[in-house]
């Protein structure tokens, strides 16, 4: 089984990945749902580390992304332990790599500041790491912290699914930012991947996707996303 199919069965047995009637943060509602906030355990977050780092290996190696990043950037609060999971899987394979990740208020005591780690400087390239990627919203609002340093590259996006939809237009929230800031996406699996993976397969005994299900996705995915 390769990392992406690995990975879904995973989001599924962890109760990251649910299905239902939810609300996005875009104000969408969605038939499915992730959310990293319910990985609980340490094993999960070291497991969930080593995703990114395969996500992160795989993307270098086929040139999307370079090899000589320099920081990864979590922005609070989801995006904290998933940037320092991934730097501490990738320093576990020999790749040791600073990482930091923003206060919601600067601190206005002590040595003060906006983040936390490492303080990124001119000549950084930086892999902003996230969740989940709907309409770019997150993305979008931590772009000033690094525009008011100068001189630091963002490199891309790592995120854990892409759930392949519209931004403000019709285009995706991937190609906005790629288009808007070159800001390329790298996902470690798509909303396509899952229902590919999941549909009338079971995990562990359980059908997550039956056929209702992918009929509603499908749906939903007609309406928001740029292709089926």
Known sequence: MNYKDSFIEFMAKSGVLTFGEFVTKSGRHSP?????????TGGQIAALGGFYADCIEANMESGNISRDVTVLFGPAYKG????????????????????????????????????????????DKVLIIEDVITAGTAVRECLPLFNRIGGVKIEALIVSVDRMEKGAGDRTAIDELFEDYGIRTCPIVTVSDIMSRLHNRPVDGVVYIDDLMKQKMETYMREYCAAP
């Open 32 to 40: 499915y749902f992730i959310n990293t906030g319910n990985y609980r």
């Open 80 to 123: 904290i332990p998933l940037a320092v999971s991934a730097a501490a899987a990738l320093a576990g394979r020999g790749a040791d790599i600073n990482y930091c990740f923003n206060r919601k208020e600067a601190k206005d005591h002590g040595e003060g500041g906006g983040m936390v780690g490492y303080n990124p400087a001119s000549g």
